[in-house]
């Protein structure tokens, strides 16, 4: 085999391979970004609750339980990302 059809053939397998590992990273970074908004929206639904019903109220109590679960949520798919990214 020439230089030439191996060099060719590395470029290919470096180019197929760099074609699959970006919209990897890409959904990654749709999904920290997808938390990162839902948490904000949470945060907001907390903030209303406590400004309408009050700090104690089972109102603010509710969306505070909901703000945690998100967080947990999402802390989980990042946990999920650490672990894979530990076994490749």
Do not use: W
């Not at 590395?10 to 990162?36: I, K, T, W």
């Not at 700090?55 to 990302?81: F, I």
């Amino acid at each position: 085999m020439s230089f030439k059809k191996i060099a060719l053939t590395a470029g290919l397998g470096v180019s197929l391979l760099a074609s699959l590992a970006l919209p990897a990273y890409a959904d990654r970074d749709d999904r920290e970004e997808h938390c990162r908004r839902d948490v904000q929206r949470a945060e907001e639904r907390l903030e209303k609750a406590v400004r309408k019903h009050g700090e104690r109220s089972r109102q603010a109590d509710d969306r505070r339980h909901q703000l945690e679960e998100v967080r947990e949520r999402c802390h989980m798919r990042g946990d999920d990302r650490d672990h894979d990214r530990d076994h490749r």
